[in-house]
């Protein structure tokens, strides 16, 4: 898989941030590097780094939708999230 896909991402509890994220051979680490460079382009007096990766992700169930977060702990959970991402 490459390229490039769209995300929110929510840094503190703040109001989600629409940044790119590019997704070949994309791992965990990689990830989380990515959101901190992003992080520090918008604040950059904010020192803090990403320690951990939550995806929200929505599910179907008799015509209401809800949604789940899900703690990503390693790289299989983020291909999972990209899979996840490119079938809706």
């Known amino acids: 898989m ?3 896909i769209d995300v929110h991402a929510e840094f503190n509890s ?5 940044l ?6 994309v791992t ?12 520090q382009g918008v604040n950059p007096i ?6 951990y990766v939550r ?3 929505t599910t ?15 790289d299989e959970n983020v291909t999972s999230m990209f899979w996840e991402h490119n079938m809706f």
């Open 20 to 25: 790119k994220v590019r997704c070949l051979d």
């Open 28 to 39: 965990l680490r990689g990830l989380k590097d990515q959101l901190n460079e992003f992080n």
């Open 2 to 4: 490459a390229g490039w």
């Open 14 to 18: 703040g109001e989600p941030q629409r």
């Open 60 to 74: 179907l169930d008799e015509g209401r939708v809800s949604f789940t977060w899900v703690e990503l702990k390693n």
């Open 55 to 57: 995806y929200k992700c």
């Open 46 to 51: 904010d020192t803090r780094r990403v320690e």
